[in-house]
T-cell receptor
Framework: DTEVTQTPKHLVMGMTNKKSLKCEQH?????MYWYKQKAKKPPELMFV???????INESVPSRFSPECPNSSLLNLHLHALQPEDSALYLC??????????????FGPGTRLTVT | RKEVEQDPGPFNVPEGATVAFNCTYS??????FFWYRQDCRKEPKLLMS???SGNEDGRFTAQLNRASQYISLLIRDSKLSDSATYLC?????????????FGKGTKLSVKP
């Protein structure tokens, strides 16, 4: 079973709101990722957690705050977002972390609209 | 030069056609290569990994040429359901944590 789940599927939030995106996998994968994807563009890496530690932060603004409570869960906390942050937010997982990169499996994404 | 470059497309082909996608990558140290497909407003799904010896999965054949830093995907007997964007993806090994580099994708539209 190569399933990554994400909630919510859709989210509309105002610029002063605080919300969280959730991601879960039960494949025993040890690397988890957050990506942002705008229409007609490829996914853009935001964060990587490897063995539950943040290992890559691609210069993402502090209004995005990731959290990895355990090896199966990944959250993305959102605060004071801008309309240009509207996008599809994808979570992915991979069997192992570290320098060797394995295939990644993506969740269905959360479609975020900031008003 | 972009790290991963693909044919921009779109490719519009009739059912039953054979279609080939090409991709080049700039980092000669890249070790792993993948093709993903992404349907409109959906997540990318792993189509196949690409191995040096080439590999086939049903109607899909992937080839890798390390000397030319070139990857290809061939789809035979196209089906309507093959309509999607195909993403060429290369693994980047950097420091203590690697990650994937995505091409911009090539859109395929298979018509009846």
């Amino acid at each position: 079973d190569t399933e990554v789940t994400q909630t919510p599927k859709h989210l509309v939030m105002g610029m002063t709101n605080k919300k969280s995106l959730k991601c879960e996998q039960h494949m025993g994968h040890r690397a988890m990722y957050w990506y942002k994807q705008k229409a007609k563009k490829p996914p853009e890496l935001m964060f990587v957690y490897s063995y539950e530690k943040l290992s890559i932060n691609e210069s993402v603004p502090s209004r995005f705050s990731p959290e990895c409570p355990n090896s199966s869960l990944l959250n993305l906390h959102l605060h004071a977002l801008q309309p240009e942050d509207s996008a599809l937010y994808l979570c992915a997982s991979s069997p192992f972390g570290g320098p060797t990169v394995y295939e990644q499996y993506f969740g269905p994404g959360t479609r975020l609209t900031v008003t | 030069r972009k790290e991963v470059e693909q044919d921009p497309g779109p490719f519009n082909v009739p059912e039953g056609a054979t279609v080939a996608f090409n991709c080049t990558y700039s980092n000669s140290a890249s070790q792993s290569f993948f093709w993903y497909r992404q349907d409109c407003r959906k997540e990318p799904k792993l189509l196949m990994s690409v191995y040096s010896s080439g590999n086939e999965d049903g109607r899909f054949t992937a080839q890798l040429n390390r000397a030319s830093q070139y990857i290809s995907l061939l789809i035979r007997d196209s089906k309507l359901s093959d309509s999607a964007t195909y993403l060429c993806v290369v693994a980047h090994y950097g420091g203590s944590q690697g990650n994937l580099i995505f091409g911009k994708g090539t859109k395929l539209s298979v018509k009846p």
